[in-house]
């Protein structure tokens, strides 16, 4: 109902807000070059036409969605620099994969490893995804995924990568807990 009186709302209300909520409506309604447009057209809402982190991310994925991956990954960059929190660099990381840019995303990961606030699927998704350029790195991100136990579903996943990195001492546990799953 929102996406498609998105256009109206903000030509109505005309605040910082009313904008706000037709673009996620928008956004999550798929309607990618509406939520676009809106931030776009709209962006002097804000000062400097500065978007706040959340709508410059929704603005990296309608990018990305309309098939438009290396500007998609320019607006992602710039959210990083100005707001480098784990979910832009998740965002950002995302976007390296699918842009098959192996080398930035390695980069990337080295930011992402220290951080407290990934979940562990976060984690072993990274891993998987950076192994044949940073073995190492991959590794450390495993292990921090397994500390502390993982959900059922993921300890199939895990084990997997455990194997593929070599780790067949250290896969007594989820050995044992995949035998009780089954």
Same mark, same amino acid.
């Given at each position: 109902y929102i996406?498609?009186?998105?256009?109206?709302?903000?030509?109505?209300?005309?605040?910082?807000e009313a904008l706000r909520l037709a673009a996620i409506a928008a956004y999550n309604d798929k309607r990618y070059a509406? #939520?676009?447009q809106l931030l776009n057209d709209h962006g002097d809402f804000f000062k400097q036409r500065n978007l706040p982190g959340q709508l410059r991310r929704?603005?990296?994925? #309608?990018?990305?969605?309309?098939?438009?991956l290396p500007k998609a990954v320019i607006e992602a960059e710039t959210l990083v620099e100005k707001e480098p929190n784990s979910e832009n660099l998740l965002t950002l =990381?995302?976007?390296?994969?699918t842009e098959g840019d =192996?080398?930035?995303?390695?980069?990337?990961?080295?930011?992402l490893v220290n951080r407290s606030d990934l979940n562990k699927e976060t984690l072993l998704d990274i891993a998987q995804k950076i192994f044949l350029d940073d073995?190492?790195?991959?590794?450390?991100?495993?292990?921090?995924?397994?500390?502390?136990?993982?959900?059922?579903t993921l300890v199939g996943w895990a084990l997997s990568l455990?194997?593929?990195?070599?780790?067949?001492?250290?896969?007594?546990?989820?050995?044992s807990k995949m035998q009780d799953l089954g």
């Open positions: 996406a498609d009186r998105a256009k109206q709302l903000v030509a109505e209300i005309g605040t910082t509406l #939520c676009y929704i603005k990296a994925l #309608c990018l990305f969605n309309l098939g438009l =990381s995302n976007l390296y994969y =192996s080398k930035r995303l390695t980069i990337l990961a080295r930011q073995p190492e790195l991959a590794k450390s991100l495993w292990r921090k995924a397994i500390s502390h136990g993982l959900p059922d455990g194997f593929q990195f070599g780790f067949d001492e250290e896969l007594d546990s989820l050995m």
